[in-house]
T-cell receptor
Framework: DVKVTQSSRYLVKRTGEKVFLECVQD?????MFWYRQDPGLGLRLIYF???????EKGDIPEGYSVSREKKERFSLILESASTNQTSMYLC??????????FGDGTRLSIL | GENVEQHPSTLSVQEGDSAVIKCTYS??????FPWYKQELGKGPQLIID?????GEKKDQRIAVTLNKTAKHFSLHITETQPEDSAVYFC?????????????FGKGTKLSVKP
């Protein structure tokens, strides 16, 4: 079974902090994705990566950056956290022509 | 821009009844349509998917239909059970590429009453 692991289930940070959310997959997948999930808005794509050191902006990249130094790990970075970034963050991975597999999410609160 | 509209946002049915969730998409190049189920405290899990060269697909109590001309697809759950209660998301691929970039609907919260 595919396993996508997000390092924290819950995280509380302060405004202005630099925040790192980590995601690891164990299936050697090429593609990885970061979404945020908000009530009534569904899942919105922040960034995705289709190879090591490659990244592409999604629909809502402002205020975020990503890092993919190794194939199995995809990090989401909030450069200077703000209260409007309080949300559920979901990571997903997939291989070519296969469905996306999701982690269980990180619920991030910015105070 | 491209989007996926999903209806209804909430759905309540009696155990044993059927449930139908509908989605429409705008990108003519979309060729892959997955459905995800999200239980409380968990990430979305794929329950069924369909590609554009197929009109219908079934897996036990779950079926998905696709009308490419009208750009809409639907999820049908028959003989609903309390464990079907969850939030369901439809999605459509962004273009025809293999990178798997998806556009998601806003979700439907299904409640199955015993």
């Amino acid at each position: 079974d595919v396993k996508v692991t997000q390092s924290s289930r819950y995280l509380v940070k302060r405004t202005g902090e630099k925040v790192f959310l980590e995601c690891v997959q164990d299936m050697d997948h090429e593609n990885m994705f970061w979404y945020r999930q908000d009530p009534g808005l569904g899942l919105r794509l922040i960034y995705f990566s289709y190879d090591v050191k490659m990244k592409e902006k999604g629909d809502i990249p402002e205020g975020y950056s990503v890092s993919r130094e190794k194939k199995e790990r995809f990090s989401l970075i909030l450069e200077s956290a703000s209260t409007n970034q309080t949300s559920m963050y979901l990571c997903a991975s997939k291989d070519r022509y296969q469905p996306q597999h999701f982690g269980d999410g990180t619920r991030l609160s910015i105070l | 821009g491209e989007n996926v509209e999903q209806h209804p946002s909430t759905l309540s049915v009696q155990e044993g009844d059927s449930a139908v969730i509908k989605c429409t998409y705008s990108d003519s190049a979309s060729n892959y349509f997955p459905w995800y189920k999200q239980e409380l405290g968990k990430g979305p899990q794929l329950i069924i998917d369909i590609r554009s060269n197929v009109g219908e697909k079934k897996d036990q109590r779950i079926a998905v239909t696709l009308n490419k001309t009208a750009k809409h697809f639907s999820l049908h759950i028959t003989e609903t059970q309390p464990e079907d209660s969850a939030v369901y998301f439809c999605a459509a691929s962004r273009g025809g590429g293999s990178q798997g970039n998806l556009i998601f609907g806003k979700g439907t919260k299904l409640s199955v009453k015993p």
